[in-house]
Nanobody, 123 residues
Framework: QVQLVESGGGLVQAGEPLRLSCAAS?????????MGWFRQAPGKKRDFVAA???????YYADAVEGRFTISRDNAKNTVYLQMNSLKPEDTAVYYC????????????????WGQGTQVTVSS
C-alpha cells in the first residue's frame, strides 16, 4: 500500500526558507514516474507547485519558479521541496502527490496523496 507522509511545515517570517519532505513507502521509490507538490490555501482550490519525474525532469508553477526547488533522493525514498524567499501568499497546506494519470499539473489526476503539512508565512 502506497503511503506518502509530509513533514517540515511550520511558521516562518517572510523571506525565510523552509524545506518540506515527503517520505514514500509501499513500492520501489524509483518506480514513481512523477511526484509532485501541491498547495491549498483556505477557500481556494489545490494548486500545482512543482513536479519531478523518475529521470529528474522538473516542472514549476510560475508563482514559485526561481524560489522553490524540488528534488528526490531515491536512496531515502524521499522527495523534497526547498522553499526560499517565502512570501505571505505562500501560506497554505502543502501536499505531496504521486503517479498522475494525466496532466501532472492537475490535482485531480494524481493517484496517491499525503495528509498535508501547514506552511504559514508571516509578514
Amino acid at each position: 500500500q502506497v503511503q506518502l507522509v509530509e513533514s517540515g511545515g511550520g511558521l516562518v517570517q517572510a523571506g525565510e526558507p523552509l524545506r518540506l519532505s515527503c517520505a514514500a513507502s509501499g513500492r520501489t521509490f524509483s518506480a514513481y514516474t512523477i511526484m509532485g507538490w501541491f498547495r491549498q490555501a483556505p477557500g481556494k482550490k489545490r494548486d500545482f507547485v512543482a513536479a519531478i519525474t523518475f529521470n529528474d525532469i522538473i516542472y514549476y508553477a510560475d508563482a514559485v519558479e526561481g524560489r522553490f526547488t524540488i528534488s528526490r533522493d531515491n536512496a531515502k525514498n524521499t522527495v523534497y521541496l526547498q522553499m526560499n524567499s517565502l512570501k505571505p501568499e505562500d501560506t497554505a497546506v502543502y501536499y505531496c502527490a504521486a503517479e498522475p494519470s494525466g496532466n501532472y499539473r492537475s490535482a485531480e489526476v494524481y493517484n496517491y496523496w499525503g495528509q498535508g503539512t501547514q506552511v504559514t508565512v508571516s509578514s
